[in-house]
């Protein structure tokens, strides 16, 4: 099968962000392609779970400060992707209302890393998601598989193309399906531009 040219990701990600009422960390580093933990060292933040509404958060190392090795990822990320789990898709990406696919499989199907990376989070910390491993893959390219009945990685695991990571379940869903995101930026791109046709 031919691979599918991804469009380019030009657009760099901006440098602040001010917290809305409702925000948690998780959602903000997922939104803007981030680990919540870097976030958090970023912005001297003990406990993830405990921002407030109208403060501003650096979404990049802030200027002159030392940044350990492991919080800048180097590469673009991968050139070839897989699916990560074999069903039926019954809900496209639009853009709005969906940010990824949705892929209907049995209860317990194996999810695999789509492309090779690095956890940096697993849980249900996300509303709407219920159970969600997300994959960082070089400096860009995010992956999320949410609604899993199992995870099978922890935080600051590397996987590989491929690799089990969770099995589909119905977490925050109506039926047993996978919702699989790859986000450029943190803005949400169409995964039928990087997946095998």
Do not use: C
Request: proline share 8%; charged share 25%.
């Amino acid at each position: 099968m031919l691979q599918r040219t991804r469009p380019p990701a030009t657009t760099s990600p901006p440098q602040r962000y001010l917290v809305r009422p409702g925000d948690n960390l998780y959602r903000i580093a997922l939104e803007h392609g981030l680990d919540y933990r870097e976030l958090a060292r970023w912005n001297r933040i003990s406990h993830p779970d405990r921002i407030v509404a109208g403060t501003s958060l650096w979404l990049q190392p802030p200027a002159g400060s030392a940044v350990e090795e492991e919080s800048v990822e180097s590469g673009e990320g991968p050139t070839s992707w897989i699916w990560p789990v074999r069903g039926k898709v019954i809900g496209e990406y639009d853009g709005a209302g969906r940010k990824g696919i949705q892929v209907a499989a049995p209860y317990g199907t194996p999810i695999l890393a789509a492309a090779s990376g690095r956890v940096v989070y697993a849980g249900q910390g996300l509303r709407g998601y219920g159970k969600l491993t997300i994959v960082r893959h070089g400096k860009v390219l995010l992956s999320a598989y949410a609604h899993q009945s199992r995870i099978l990685v922890k935080e600051g695991d590397r996987v590989s193309q491929g690799q089990q990571i969770g099995e589909v379940g119905d977490t925050d869903a109506e039926r047993a399906k996978l919702h699989f995101e790859i986000r450029a930026y943190g803005r949400p791109v169409n995964p039928a531009d990087y997946l095998p046709g």
